[in-house]
């Protein structure tokens, strides 16, 4: 692969035996749900649909600022 994604190590899967989202103990992941998983270590990370949203969407406006390649506050100073 020539071209690094930033995105790579994530995905969408099903889960295979109920479990708590990763980003809330409260929200649970029935078998059978669609959940994000996310790449953490060795391991993955699954959250529910909600959360997932929730992610995306801030990578989203991340990905939309780092695309304009400017230097931001933080790393200036
Ligand atoms: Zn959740």
Redesign the pocket.
């Known amino acids: 692969m020539a071209i690094k994604s930033l995105v790579g190590q994530v995905g969408v899967d099903v889960a295979g035996k109920a479990h ?5 103990s ?2 649970r ?1 029935e078998k059978g749900d669609t959940r994000l998983k996310v790449r953490n270590g060795r391991s993955w990370s699954h ?6 949203k ?1 992610i995306i969407s801030k990578d989203i406006l991340k990905l939309t600022e780092l695309k304009k390649l400017e230097v931001s506050q933080a790393s200036t100073s």
């Open positions: 708590n989202c990763q980003a809330n409260k929200h992941i959250y529910c649909c909600a959360c997932a929730t």
